[in-house]
C-alpha cells in the first residue's frame, strides 16, 4: 500500500535509503545536498537502519570511502552537490572503471566560480563523460522513484556500474510536494540484496584497480562502454517492475503530448513541470505543442529520441549549463548528434537558461515555442540562444 | 475556492516565515489537496529579508516558478514595507495581510495596494500567549481566515495534533500555541 506524504525532495530520498537500508553511506556536507546525510545520519543514530555511517573529511574522501567499501561488495550511497562533486572527480572514474554500483544523489547546484548556492546542470553535466549512469528527476516524487530504482540499475550483471540520481537543488531539493511513497517492505523487496560478481573480500577474493596498461587497458575500456550500452535496456526492465509495483511509469525519458505535435522541447529536471503547465494551455490554444523530458541522460537515448522527434518541424533543445564549447551545450549537441541524417529540414535551436538559480516562468518558456513557430513560418532563426539572460 | 491559490510571504531570516509556509501547506496537504511550500533561498541570515512561497491546489502542481501574481502576500515584519516591493504582482481581487499594531486604514497608506488589507497584531498575541514573539502562529491562522484556503475547524484540529507531535517533550505549550490561534483567527481584521 502506497502511502500519501509530503516531504522535500532531500527528505525523500532520505527516506528512500532509509528504505533500502544500505551497508555504507560515506558523505561531507555541502549545499543544497546536506540534508540527505543528514537525515540520514539521523536514522543511523535512531537504530532505523544497520548501515555504517562514515563521515570523512572531503568529498573526494567520500567518494574513496563509498569505492572501498563497494569493492568489498557492500551497497553504498551517498550525496553531494556543485564543487562537492567537483571533488570528487578523480574517483568517479575509478568507482566506474571498477565497475561498482555505488549510488549518488546529485543535487545539481551551480559550480563556482562566481560562487553561488543555487541551481542549475554544470554540475553533473561536468561529469557526464565519468562513466556514471546519470537519472534526471523533475520533482520530489520522481527523486524517490529515480532513488529506489538506481539500485537495481547498477547492480544489474550486465551493468555493474555507479549510478548518479539528479534533482534540481532548491527547487526540489528543498521544496515540499505531495509524493507518494512505497511501504518500507515492498522496497526491501524490490531491491533484494546485493551480489557482487567480484569482491576484495569473501571465498575468492580480487584485487582491484591495479596498473593497466596497453595489453588490457583498452579492452577494459571497451567493457565499460558495452555496460552502459547494456544499461539501456537495463533501465527500461527495471522501470516495467517498479510500474507493477506503483503504478508510476518510467522509461529514458517522457513524452508529453508528442502524438501529432509540431513543435517541441527537449528539457530536464524541474524546469520540465513549468513547460508541461505551458504546454496545456497552448494545446488549449489549438497549438500542437510538445515536450520530451530526458531521464537518462547517460546512456543517451538517441535512436529512442530521433523515432520520439520523427514528425516534428522544429524542437527546441534546454540547457541549464552554457558547457562553454564556443557552440552549443551538451544536451543541445547530443540532440543534433543524435539527429544528424535523421532530420532533414527540422529546425533545431538550443536555449541556455536558468544558470546560477535564474528562475524560469511560464512566459520564458512560453516565449521559446513563439521562436519555434515562428522559425517555421519563416525558416528564420538562431540555433544558439540565452533565454532570461541581460546582454 | 479557486483552482490554484497562490501565497507569498515575506518575512525576516529567524521569523519564521519560511516555517508558517511548510506549516500551511502540510495542513492543506492534510485535507487532501496538492501543495507545496519553498522557501526563495539567498544568503541566509538572520534579520535579512526572505521570500516564501505557497501554491495550493485541488489539481496536482507542476509549476516550478517563484510566484510573481499571488493571490495573498502574508507580511510577517512590517518594517518590511518601506524596503521590500510587498505588493508587487499582487492580483487586485486578493488581499494583503500584515503583522502591525496599525489599523488596516493606516496601513493601507504605507502600501501601494487598492485591494483588501488586513491587518494583525501578531507580536501582541504572541507574547501574550506564548510569552515570546513567535509571529507564525498567529500569521498562519490569519492567511487561513482570510484565503478560506482551508476551514478553520480544520485548521484547528490539524494543527493540535501538529503541536502535539512537535511538543511531544513540553505538552504545557500546546493548549498556549492554541489559544494563539484561535485569538489570531478572532483577531484578524
Known amino acids: ?391 | 475556492m479557486a483552482k490554484l491559490v497562490e501565497i507569498r510571504w515575506h518575512g525576516r531570516g529567524g521569523q519564521g516565515a519560511k516555517t508558517a509556509s511548510l506549516l500551511l501547506a502540510e495542513v492543506a496537504f492534510k485535507t487532501g489537496m496538492y501543495i507545496q511550500g519553498f522557501p526563495e533561498y539567498g544568503p541566509e541570515r538572520m534579520g535579512a529579508p526572505i521570500t516564501a512561497y505557497n501554491r495550493i491546489s485541488d489539481e496536482p502542481l507542476r509549476v516550478h516558478s517563484n510566484i510573481y501574481e499571488p493571490d495573498y502576500v502574508v507580511v510577517v515584519d512590517e518594517t518590511l514595507i518601506k524596503s521590500v516591493p510587498v505588493t508587487a504582482g499582487l492580483k487586485k481581487d486578493g488581499a494583503i495581510i500584515v503583522n502591525t499594531s496599525k489599523t488596516p486604514e493606516e496601513i493601507r497608506k504605507e502600501l501601494k495596494y487598492d485591494g483588501r488589507v488586513y491587518t494583525i497584531d501578531a507580536r501582541k498575541i504572541s507574547e501574550e500567549t506564548l510569552g515570546a514573539n513567535f509571529p507564525n502562529t498567529p500569521m498562519l491562522a490569519a492567511v487561513v481566515k482570510v484565503s478560506g484556503v482551508i476551514s478553520e475547524e480544520v485548521l484547528l484540529n490539524n494543527m493540535e495534533d501538529s503541536f502535539k507531535h512537535k511538543f511531544a517533550n513540553k505538552p504545557q505549550v500546546v493548549p498556549k500555541n492554541m489559544e494563539a490561534l484561535k485569538r489570531s483567527l478572532q483577531e484578524v481584521k
Not at chain 1, 532531500?10 to 540527505?36: G, H, K, L, W
Not at chain 1, 561498482?100 to 548556492?117: K, M, T
Not at chain 1, 551493468?159 to 534533482?167: D, G, I, K, N, T
Not at chain 1, 541524417?341 to 535564474?358: D, S
Open chain 1, 1 to 391: 500500500m502506497a502511502k500519501r506524504v509530503s516531504l522535500s525532495g532531500n527528505e525523500a530520498v532520505a527516506y528512500a535509503m532509509r528504505q533500502i537500508n544500505p551497508d555504507v553511506v560515506a558523505a561531507f556536507p555541502i549545499t543544497p545536498s546536506t540534508e540527505v546525510p543528514q537525515y540520514f545520519s539521523q536514522f543511523v543514530a535512531n537504530g532505523q537502519v544497520t548501515s555504517e555511517f562514515v563521515a570523512v573529511e572531503s568529498e573526494h574522501s567520500a567518494m574513496s570511502a563509498c569505492i572501498g567499501a563497494s569493492a568489498a561488495g557492500g551497497r553504498v550511497m551517498t550525496a553531494t552537490s556543485s564543487c562537492g562533486l567537483a571533488l570528487m572527480w578523480e574517483m568517479l572514474y575509478i568507482a566506474a572503471s571498477s565497475r561498482l554500483p555505488v549510488v549518488l544523489a546529485v543535487v545539481n547546484r551551480a559550480l563556482s566560480g562566481p560562487i553561488n548556492i543555487h541551481n542549475d546542470h554544470s554540475d553533473s553535466m561536468g561529469a557526464r563523460d565519468s562513466g556514471w549512469i546519470q537519472i534526471y528527476g523533475e520533482n520530489a516524487q520522481e527523486a524517490y522513484d529515480n532513488f529506489i530504482q538506481a539500485i537495481r540499475i547498477g547492480e544489474h550483471p550486465d551493468v555493474q556500474l555507479p549510478v548518479m540520481v539528479c534533482y534540481d537543488g532548491f527547487i526540489t531539493s528543498h521544496a515540499v510536494e505531495n509524493l507518494e511513497m512505497c511501504e518500507d517492505a515492498e522496497v526491501k523487496a524490490f531491491v533484494g540484496e546485493r551480489v557482487a560478481p567480484y569482491s576484495l573480500l569473501g571465498e575468492n577474493p580480487v584485487a582491484m584497480g591495479p596498473l593497466d596498461l596497453p595489453p588490457h587497458y583498452f579492452e577494459h575500456k571497451r567493457q565499460q562502454a558495452e555496460a552502459m550500452r547494456n544499461a539501456k535496456k537495463v533501465i527500461l526492465e527495471v522501470a516495467a517492475e517498479f510500474e507493477k509495483l506503483t503504478g508510476r511509469k518510467y522509461g529514458l525519458f517522457e513524452e508529453y503530448k508528442m502524438e501529432d505535435a509540431e513543435a517541441a522541447m527537449v528539457i530536464i529536471n524541474s524546469t520540465a513541470g513549468t513547460a508541461k503547465k505551458v504546454v496545456d494551455k497552448m494545446r488549449a490554444e489549438g497549438k500542437k505543442v510538445g515536450l520530451i523530458k530526458i531521464r537518462s541522460f547517460r546512456p543517451f537515448p538517441a535512436e529512442e529520441l530521433v523515432a520520439a522527434l520523427k514528425n516534428v518541424k522544429a524542437v527546441a533543445v534546454m540547457d541549464k549549463v552554457d558547457g562553454f564549447t564556443g557552440v552549443a551545450a551538451p544536451l543541445h549537441n547530443e540532440v543534433r548528434s543524435a539527429l544528424y541524417g535523421a532530420a532533414e529540414g527540422k529546425i533545431v535551436p538550443g536555449y541556455i537558461y536558468g544558470l546560477g538559480g535564474r528562475d524560469v516562468t511560464v512566459n520564458d518558456i512560453e516565449s521559446v515555442y513563439n521562436d519555434l513557430f515562428k522559425a517555421i513560418e519563416t525558416g528564420k532563426y538562431e540555433v544558439y540562444n540565452y533565454l532570461g539572460v541581460r546582454e
